[in-house]
């Protein structure tokens, strides 16, 4: 089953976000920010922070997109990190095409920011 996203591919306790956040490499974005740490796992796994959202509806449709973007583009991002998406407010991405455009788009600007 190559398309489930198993309870192991996710941060789960706040001592794992807190070392993201402490240690973690930061890409800020319009709509949310990626911080990437380096984990000795050997697979991805995700963490989702929303900030601002007052209602559970939205709050929790942010969480299901982010989380099937990251069930369909495992691949797509750096492999054998963490990842925590903080995502604001003003968030208007509604579907997993959308993030992974708006992902693409900050690695692509995050390399050349490096080179």
Known sequence: MRYTLPKTA???KSAQYNAVYR???RIRGRHFSLIILANDQGFNRLGISVHGVKTAVRRNRFKRVV???FRLN???LPQGV???FAIRK???LDSSQAVRDAVSVLLTQQGKGEK
């Open 74 to 76: 495992r691949e797509f």
């Open 82 to 84: 963490d990842i925590v």
């Open 67 to 69: 989380r099937e973007f």
């Open 10 to 12: 996710l941060l789960r």
């Open 23 to 25: 240690q973690g490499k």
């Open 90 to 92: 003003d968030c208007i």
